[in-house]
């Protein structure tokens, strides 16, 4: 393989692997924030040992997604330096944004939610919590916001020529708010609350199945139940309107996602099928006139197909079009998963249904599956651009890099990668083998509970 497909492959393999850990860490802050404020609330001590079983679980995840992180960074100029340059004026500002407002946030508060359960006060370390989840969602706005600059360019102009060529920042706020980061924000992080919750509900139908930690599993599936199916009802929601951003300002990634080769009104909307690339055609189950109102509001409206663009500047219609009907099929599962589990727990039959709890158990990987897929939509649909309409993938290669040197990093990150992945299977799984602390029903020193609950006793407060 030539020194470009290796270069792709390595900076996907980083990135997919990195991106396993900042949506559970975003999705468990979340849940996290939610579990304390309950304990607040009702002095229930099973709220205090889920937060604090929860916090072990979120520090796990918070850990594998910085080291995994940073060879990014290092590969933006190994391996694609002509890129750095021409997007340097506007990833650094979004990216020195996001270690300032997110991840100094998020740091400077982790170790008194680690650490500080019985060393302050318990609003001081709800509000330490609060400010941890927001640090993570920071995280995911800035770096959004620099990757919905390379699908939808806003607020730049262009200095210099040939290799030296680069975007320069004209209008700082037409660059985050470029046409494409609301929608885009509102989609990732809708995948983040999932994998959060969805996580949640996995080891809590799992207690339930094995009958360990009853009350602990079942107020905890509650809770993950309801942010799941929230979080899944606003993925649907944020799906169309990432949708009709794409119909709107990448028309070709459009086309390829829906396997559409020809311009046409009342275009159908592909269910499931396969792309026939020699024929120029799809052959699946389609909804008749649903894609022309999914794009633009009106069952008669004209979609703009492939035979618009020349086709040196068409996506890879096959593999678009498998990475996004696979997200769209898993995110409707989803919802589907999350109704039938909440329907269940609210009509309090749900420990007795065994076949939901597993399908509870294993729907933790729907949204990681999903997330991937959305992701590998997302990039594969925008090329063959870099940076949409303005440099192309070859482009911003590197000019000194070799193919040798690609291959044999690209086999030692694999390598290193499996070796993380597997250590953090079996630190989860030795947390969730463990389970939550009984000493953690009766929280002490400043944090212990008043009245009946602060001798031992464990009847619940709420």
Known sequence: MDVLTLSRIQFGLTIGFHYIYPPLSIGLGVMLVIMEACWLKTNNAVYHQMAKFWTNVFALTFALGVATGIVMEFEFGTNWATYSRFVGDVFGSALAAEGIFAFFLESGFLAILLFGWDKVSRKVHFFSTCMVCLGAHFSAVWITVANSWMQTPAGYHLVGAGMHQRAEITDFWAMVFSPSSGDRLFHTLCGAWQAGAFLVVSVSAYYLLTKKHQEFARRSLRIGLSVAL?????????????????????????????????????????????????????????????????????????????????????????????????????????????????????????????????????????PEIANQLGWFAAEVGRQPWIVYGLMRTPAGLSAVVKANTVLTSLVLFTLIYFLLLALFIYLLNHKIQHGPHDDDLVPAGKLALPGPLSHGHKKSAS
């Open 230 to 366: 929230i979080a899944s009802l606003l993925q649907g929601v944020s799906g169309h309107l990432s949708g009709q951003e794409v119909a709107r300002y990448q028309p070709a990634k459009l086309a390829a996602f829906e396997g559409l080769y020809t311009t046409e009104s009342n275009a159908p909307l592909t269910l499931f099928g396969y792309v026939d690339e020699q024929d120029h055609k799809v052959i699946g189950v389609e909804a008749p006139d649903l894609l022309s109102f999914l794009a633009h509001d009106d069952f008669h409206s004209t979609v703009t197909g492939l035979d618009a663009f020349p086709p040196e500047d068409r996506p890879p219609v096959e593999a678009s079009f498998l990475f996004f009907h696979g997200m769209v099929g898993i995110g409707c599962l989803l919802i589907l998963i999350a109704a039938a589990g909440t329907w269940f727990a609210w009509r309090k039959v749900l420990h007795q249904k065994r076949w939901m709890l597993w399908i509870l158990v294993f729907s933790v990987l729907g």
